[in-house]
């Protein structure tokens, strides 16, 4: 299992501002991922993220913890596809990320899946960070986003120069993917 703090910037486009953004990075990587989303009553109260990502055959599960300083922290591990199925079906196996989720208190047979979202993502890396240009579907919505996860002290000054450039308006950080598929999941109904 590995960690890191996850700082980045996100903001909703609309079609124009995506395809503006789209063509701007030609050499952009272009690939199609799918976020499963998990939840349970603790996770919930604790502000957790509990995910699994599959991305060109390959399966991640992470948890993100509560945003903190500026950031969240992150915990990713690889798995095979038979973890992912059991996570999906239950009972929800046991690993590195579950063990941490016990640590916090989190009832792991209360694991349930919620939601999932496929993105179409073009990954720019810059200097300072990775910019993501991001067209999601997820519980009947659709929707474009970008986001920005700096590497180092000059990111923030890289994502400032890019919105300028761009013509973005930073000024309202985009809710996560994961609260932007329960609020469709709830509107839906």
Same mark, same amino acid.
């Given at each position: 299992? /590995?960690?890191?703090?996850?700082?980045?910037?996100?903001?909703?486009? /609309?079609?124009?501002?995506?395809?503006?953004?789209?063509?701007?990075?030609?050499?952009?990587?272009?690939?199609?991922?799918?976020?499963?989303?998990?939840?349970? %009553?603790?996770?919930?109260?604790? =502000?957790?993220?509990?995910? @699994? =990502?599959?991305? /060109?055959?390959?399966?991640?599960?992470?948890?993100?913890?509560?945003?903190?300083?500026?950031?969240?922290?992150?915990?990713?591990?690889? @798995?095979?596809?038979?973890?992912?199925?059991?996570?999906?079906? +239950? %009972?929800?196996?046991?690993?590195?990320?579950?063990?941490?989720?016990?640590?916090?208190?989190?009832?792991?047979?209360?694991?349930?899946?919620?939601?999932?979202?496929?993105?179409?993502?073009?990954?720019? @890396?810059?200097?300072? +960070?990775?910019?993501?240009?991001?067209?999601?579907?997820?519980? +009947?919505?659709?929707?474009?986003?970008?986001?920005?996860?700096?590497?180092?002290?000059?990111?923030?000054?890289?994502?400032?120069?890019?919105?300028?450039?761009?013509? @973005?308006?930073?000024?309202?950080?985009?809710?996560?993917?994961?609260?932007?598929?329960? /609020?469709?999941?709830?509107?839906?109904?």
């Amino acid at each position: 299992m /590995n960690t890191n703090l996850e700082i980045e910037y996100k903001v909703l486009l /609309n079609k124009d501002a995506f395809d503006a953004l789209v063509n701007a990075y030609p050499d952009a990587r272009t690939y199609t991922q799918t976020n499963h989303y998990f939840t349970s %009553p603790v996770l919930k109260d604790k =502000r957790m993220a509990l995910r @699994i =990502r599959e991305k /060109n055959g390959a399966y991640e599960m992470t948890v993100k913890t509560a945003k903190v300083n500026g950031g969240r922290m992150e915990y990713n591990l690889d @798995i095979t596809k038979d973890t992912m199925d059991l996570a999906m079906n +239950g %009972p929800f196996p046991d690993n590195d990320i579950t063990a941490f989720l016990k640590s916090e208190g989190v009832i792991i047979k209360d694991i349930t899946p919620l939601a999932s979202l496929t993105t179409i993502r073009h990954d720019v @890396i810059l200097d300072h +960070g990775t910019l993501s240009i991001d067209e999601s579907f997820y519980e +009947g919505a659709h929707d474009y986003e970008v986001e920005f996860e700096i590497s180092d002290d000059q990111g923030p000054k890289q994502w400032a120069d890019l919105c300028a450039t761009h013509h @973005i308006d930073a000024t309202k950080e985009a809710p996560t993917k994961l609260a932007r598929a329960i /609020n469709a999941m709830n509107n839906h109904d």
